[in-house]
């Protein structure tokens, strides 16, 4: 009686731990996981380059863009930087639109060397290319949204490409939008707003 009791008890502590939350239990035949490294055909192992990111030390994701940066100011555009950038890109490209007001474009800036890795308030690097933006000028015009129309939002993008654009400096910012667009590559991007008192 003694030891029925004895195997009993040690059933019911067994059961107890295999159910407690804190076991790992073994995986499922056949479950696998995706490996952090690669092994080429030459024994070589790569670990995943990590993702395209962008930021700027003027603006948070989805906050305000300074003053400085818009009609009301210098009307300079704002710094931004990104690291370094996937394997294969040969050539990078930055647009800047406004969301709430049919995608006005606002700045393009192509040409860019793969090597750089972050742009000063203001700079468009050697070699680089400006397009002519909505506002009728080449290079960059800040946001301007209409007095007391409330927030308009800003989405910077940042294009990676595997292949050159073609754009040029006499293009319209839209059709120069379009032609990025058609090369293959990865982007990344940030988004600001601004608004204007009445």
């Known amino acids: 009686m003694r030891r029925a009791t004895v195997v009993a008890v040690t059933l019911i502590t067994v059961v107890g731990c295999a159910s407690d939350g804190r076991t790992l239990r073994p995986p499922p035949p056949g479950a696998t996981a995706p490996s952090l490294v690669t092994t080429t055909a030459a024994g070589q192992t790569t670990v995943p380059a990590a993702p395209l990111t962008l930021t700027s030390t003027a603006f948070q994701v989805g906050g305000a863009i300074p003053i400085e940066f818009t009609c009301d100011g210098a009307n ?9 950038v996937p394997e294969g890109t040969v050539e990078l490209a930055i647009t800047v639109t406004d969301t709430d007001a049919k995608g006005f474009v606002h700045w393009v800036l192509a040409g860019l060397d793969p090597t750089v890795q972050a ?4 700079a468009a690097p ?3 290319v400006e397009t002519t933006n909505d506002g009728g000028a080449a290079g960059w015009t800040g ?3 209409p007095k007391g129309a409330g927030p308009h939002h800003y989405i910077v993008t940042l294009y990676a490409l595997t292949a ?3 754009v040029s400096a006499g293009m319209k910012g839209s059709e120069a939008i379009t032609a990025i667009s058609k090369v293959p590559g990865v982007t990344a991007s940030l988004t600001g707003s601004y608004e204007r008192a009445p």
């Open 76 to 84: 300079t555009s704002p710094p931004l930087a990104w690291g370094s």
């Open 119 to 122: 742009l000063a308030s203001g």
């Open 143 to 145: 946001p301007c949204p």
């Open 164 to 166: 050159p654009t073609g």
């Open 126 to 128: 050697d070699g680089a």
